[in-house]
């Protein structure tokens, strides 16, 4: 599986920004698919994901209301919707996937990740 996660860039607070994740070399649909955040000097964390099918999606506590998963299947890609960003949202944001089809919220339990993508939130 390659994951290529791109979208990122800078946004003042309040601003809004869209990540895609382009999926290959494997059954899309097989897959859950989460979007993990890395700050500097702090530890990965679970941002959001959604199960193979798109009907059932979770998110952190921080984003909840602000931020969306979504999944194409025709086009083998995931979303992630950011509004009302935060300076505390300033991270690289890696999406990964997870064989099986249900997510978690817990990184080791996904199988594949992609490459990161800038995100910076200035005040």
């Known amino acids: 599986v390659q994951l290529q996660a791109s979208g990122g860039g800078l946004v003042q607070a309040g601003g809004s920004l869209r990540l895609s994740c382009a999926f290959s070399?494997?059954?899309?649909?097989?897959?859950?698919l989460g979007w993990f955040r890395q700050a500097p000097g702090k530890e990965r964390e679970f941002v959001a994901a959604?199960?193979?099918?798109?009907?059932?999606?979770y998110y952190a506590d921080s984003v909840k209301g602000r931020f969306t998963i979504s999944r194409d299947t025709g086009k083998n890609m995931v979303y992630l919707q950011m509004n009302s960003l935060k300076p505390d949202d300033t991270a690289v944001y890696y999406c990964?996937?997870?064989?099986?089809?249900?997510?978690?919220?817990?990184?080791?339990?996904?199988?594949?990740w992609g490459q990161g993508t800038q995100v910076t939130v200035s005040s």
């Open positions: 959604i199960s193979w099918s798109g009907g059932s999606t």
């Open positions: 070399g494997r059954t899309f649909t097989s897959y859950a």
């Open positions: 990964a996937a997870k064989h099986g089809g249900w997510f978690d919220t817990n990184s080791y339990e996904y199988d594949y």
